[in-house]
């Protein structure tokens, strides 16, 4: 199993676990573009990523359950982080601080962020400054899988598949 393919069933994980029960969640997957002025305003983890940890970060009511997780180079390098709120005005009132952290980090970087709202346990993601909002468990797999998974692996598949065939 790849190491992406891990963060994938981490990260859902997490959000099948968090989303019922409305723990609120915030977490920015860095890209090709850098977030280390966002990762200085954190607290340092450098830690493996799991399912377990993640959940247990967002947990309420303890000291690094506010502000964003913030992944690079498949570990979470720091919790608590600030994100750049966006000023777009025309997002709907029923979407808060973390809605808005999402957006706005997507606004200016390349990172995949996703959220679990508090109010409803709704699950949003951004990528490239397109907010996808009260995904299912497996649309929010899919399209995980669609931006985190390089699109090479499902062609080695199949190449290993005739090559075997070939031979």
């Given at each position: 199993v790849s190491q992406e393919e891990k963060m994938v069933q981490a990260y859902v994980k997490a959000v099948a676990y968090m989303s019922p029960r409305k723990?609120?969640?915030l977490v920015a997957i860095q890209g090709a573009r850098t977030?280390?002025?966002y990762i200085s305003t954190g607290i340092p983890l450098e830690a493996d990523i799991s399912g377990e940890l993640l959940i247990n970060i967002f947990i309420p009511n303890t000291p690094l359950h506010d502000g964003a997780v913030i992944v690079r180079e498949d570990r979470i390098?720091?919790?608590?982080?600030?994100l750049p709120l966006?000023?777009?005005t025309g997002i709907s009132k029923e979407f808060?601080?973390?809605h808005r952290a999402a957006i706005g980090l997507s606004e200016v970087s390349d990172a995949?962020?996703?959220?679990v709202s508090e109010e409803t346990g709704g699950i949003s993601i951004t990528y490239n400054?397109?907010?996808k909002h009260d995904l299912t468990l497996e649309e929010f797999e899919s399209e995980l899988r669609r931006i985190l998974?390089?699109?090479?692996?499902?062609?080695q598949g199949l190449k290993a598949f005739y090559d075997r065939k070939q031979a």
């Amino acid at each position: 199993v790849s190491q992406e393919e891990k963060m994938v069933q981490a990260y859902v994980k997490a959000v099948a676990y968090m989303s019922p029960r409305k723990i609120g969640a915030l977490v920015a997957i860095q890209g090709a573009r850098t977030l280390q002025e966002y990762i200085s305003t954190g607290i340092p983890l450098e830690a493996d990523i799991s399912g377990e940890l993640l959940i247990n970060i967002f947990i309420p009511n303890t000291p690094l359950h506010d502000g964003a997780v913030i992944v690079r180079e498949d570990r979470i390098a720091v919790t608590s982080a600030y994100l750049p709120l966006t000023e777009n005005t025309g997002i709907s009132k029923e979407f808060g601080t973390r809605h808005r952290a999402a957006i706005g980090l997507s606004e200016v970087s390349d990172a995949l962020t996703f959220v679990v709202s508090e109010e409803t346990g709704g699950i949003s993601i951004t990528y490239n400054g397109v907010f996808k909002h009260d995904l299912t468990l497996e649309e929010f797999e899919s399209e995980l899988r669609r931006i985190l998974l390089p699109a090479s692996e499902e062609k080695q598949g199949l190449k290993a598949f005739y090559d075997r065939k070939q031979a």
